[in-house]
Protein backbone atom coordinates (compact mmCIF):
# COMPACT_ATOMS: atom_id res chain seq x y z
CA UNK A 1 0.00 0.00 0.00
CA UNK A 2 1.39 3.39 -1.14
CA UNK A 3 1.81 6.36 1.78
CA UNK A 4 -1.04 9.21 0.84
CA UNK A 5 1.63 12.41 -0.11
CA UNK A 6 2.12 14.94 2.80
CA UNK A 7 -0.36 18.21 2.73
CA UNK A 8 2.53 20.38 1.16
CA UNK A 9 3.09 18.34 -1.63
CA UNK A 10 -0.72 17.15 -2.86
CA UNK A 11 -1.45 21.54 -2.43
CA UNK A 12 1.57 23.42 -2.93
CA UNK A 13 0.46 24.48 -6.20
CA UNK A 14 -2.23 26.73 -4.99
CA UNK A 15 -1.11 27.37 -1.68
CA UNK A 16 2.03 29.50 -2.57
CA UNK A 17 0.21 31.89 -4.39
CA UNK A 18 -2.14 31.75 -1.46
CA UNK A 19 0.89 32.94 0.77
CA UNK A 20 2.13 35.55 -1.79
CA UNK A 21 -1.09 36.98 -2.45
CA UNK A 22 -2.31 37.36 1.40
CA UNK A 23 1.80 38.63 2.16
CA UNK A 24 1.74 41.29 -0.69
CA UNK A 25 -1.89 42.37 0.26
CA UNK A 26 -0.96 43.02 3.97
CA UNK A 27 1.92 45.13 2.92
CA UNK A 28 -0.69 47.38 0.16
CA UNK A 29 -2.91 47.30 3.29
CA UNK A 30 -0.35 48.41 5.77
CA UNK A 31 1.02 51.15 2.94
CA UNK A 32 -2.68 52.45 2.37
CA UNK A 33 -3.41 52.54 6.03
CA UNK A 34 0.01 55.06 6.42
CA UNK A 35 -0.88 57.16 3.56
CA UNK A 36 -4.01 57.92 5.11
CA UNK A 37 -3.02 58.40 8.60
CA UNK A 38 -0.73 60.82 7.42
CA UNK A 39 -3.35 62.38 5.24
CA UNK A 40 -5.37 62.45 7.85
CA UNK A 41 -3.16 64.29 10.34
CA UNK A 42 -2.03 66.90 7.43
CA UNK A 43 -6.05 67.74 6.86
CA UNK A 44 -6.95 68.20 10.18
CA UNK A 45 -4.65 70.70 11.13
CA UNK A 46 -5.68 74.47 11.58
CA UNK A 47 -3.88 75.91 8.98
CA UNK A 48 -4.76 73.65 6.47
CA UNK A 49 -8.65 74.23 7.01
CA UNK A 50 -8.37 77.72 7.45
CA UNK A 51 -5.97 78.32 4.18
CA UNK A 52 -8.44 76.06 2.38
CA UNK A 53 -12.03 77.74 3.88
CA UNK A 54 -10.48 81.13 2.58
CA UNK A 55 -9.96 79.58 -0.40
CA UNK A 56 -13.43 78.65 -1.09
CA UNK A 57 -14.89 81.52 -0.10
CA UNK A 58 -12.69 84.12 -2.76
CA UNK A 59 -14.61 85.41 -5.16
CA UNK A 60 -11.94 85.07 -7.65
CA UNK A 61 -10.77 81.14 -6.88
CA UNK A 62 -14.93 80.25 -7.53
CA UNK A 63 -14.84 82.25 -10.62
CA UNK A 64 -11.72 80.82 -11.93
CA UNK A 65 -12.32 77.30 -10.53
CA UNK A 66 -16.48 77.21 -10.21
CA UNK A 67 -18.35 75.45 -7.40
CA UNK A 68 -18.48 73.56 -5.44
CA UNK A 69 -14.40 73.84 -4.54
CA UNK A 70 -13.22 70.71 -3.20
CA UNK A 71 -9.92 69.43 -2.26
CA UNK A 72 -8.20 66.68 -3.14
CA UNK A 73 -6.96 63.31 -1.38
CA UNK A 74 -3.82 63.93 -0.96
CA UNK A 75 -2.16 67.30 -0.10
CA UNK A 76 1.44 67.47 -0.78
CA UNK A 77 4.40 68.80 1.65
CA UNK A 78 4.64 68.99 5.50
CA UNK A 79 3.63 70.58 8.46
CA UNK A 80 5.42 70.36 11.75
CA UNK A 81 3.93 71.88 14.90
CA UNK A 82 5.89 71.67 17.83
CA UNK A 83 3.50 73.19 20.93
CA UNK A 84 3.42 77.01 19.69
CA UNK A 85 5.27 77.28 16.95
CA UNK A 86 5.90 75.43 14.06
CA UNK A 87 5.32 75.93 10.20
CA UNK A 88 3.74 74.60 6.95
CA UNK A 89 4.75 74.33 3.09
CA UNK A 90 1.57 72.33 1.50
CA UNK A 91 0.43 72.50 -2.04
CA UNK A 92 -3.35 71.01 -1.72
CA UNK A 93 -5.43 70.48 -5.27
CA UNK A 94 -8.47 71.76 -5.57
CA UNK A 95 -11.34 70.91 -7.58
CA UNK A 96 -14.17 72.81 -8.95
CA UNK A 97 -17.20 72.53 -11.50
CA UNK A 98 -14.65 74.59 -14.28
CA UNK A 99 -11.86 73.15 -13.89
CA UNK A 100 -8.72 72.52 -10.88
CA UNK A 101 -6.06 74.31 -9.27
CA UNK A 102 -3.61 73.98 -6.68
CA UNK A 103 -3.54 76.59 -2.93
CA UNK A 104 -0.15 76.66 -2.01
CA UNK A 105 0.35 77.44 1.46
CA UNK A 106 3.66 78.70 3.40
CA UNK A 107 2.83 79.77 7.06
CA UNK A 108 4.91 80.03 10.29
CA UNK A 109 3.17 79.38 13.54
CA UNK A 110 4.62 81.35 16.72
CA UNK A 111 3.08 82.07 19.97
CA UNK A 112 0.51 79.91 18.52
CA UNK A 113 -0.33 82.04 15.92
CA UNK A 114 -0.06 80.72 12.02
CA UNK A 115 1.11 83.61 10.01
CA UNK A 116 1.21 83.11 6.37
CA UNK A 117 4.10 83.62 4.03
CA UNK A 118 2.59 82.68 1.00
CA UNK A 119 -1.28 81.78 0.22
CA UNK A 120 -2.56 81.80 -3.82
CA UNK A 121 -4.40 79.55 -6.03
CA UNK A 122 -2.95 78.85 -9.24
CA UNK A 123 -5.61 77.53 -11.43
CA UNK A 124 -4.86 74.92 -14.20
CA UNK A 125 -3.78 77.03 -17.87
CA UNK A 126 -3.66 80.61 -16.22
CA UNK A 127 -0.47 82.44 -16.38
CA UNK A 128 -1.31 84.11 -12.85
CA UNK A 129 -1.34 82.94 -9.29
CA UNK A 130 -4.69 84.18 -7.58
CA UNK A 131 -3.19 85.68 -4.22
CA UNK A 132 -5.00 85.40 -1.32
CA UNK A 133 -2.99 87.47 1.53
CA UNK A 134 -4.16 90.93 1.98
CA UNK A 135 -7.78 91.11 1.61
CA UNK A 136 -10.17 88.53 0.59
CA UNK A 137 -12.42 89.03 -2.73
CA UNK A 138 -15.90 88.00 -1.37
CA UNK A 139 -17.66 90.23 -4.19
Do not use: H
Not at 64 to 69: K, R, T
Not at 88 to 113: M, N
Request: glycine fraction near 12%; aromatic fraction near 8%; proline fraction near 4%.
Amino acid sequence: MEAKPSWWKRNWKWAVPLFVFLGLGSCGGCIALLVSGITGAIKSTDVYADAVRLAKRDARVIAALGEPIETGFLPSGSVEVSGPSGSADLAVTLKGSRGEGTLFIKAQKSVGRWQYEVLEVQAAGAAERIQLLGKPQNE
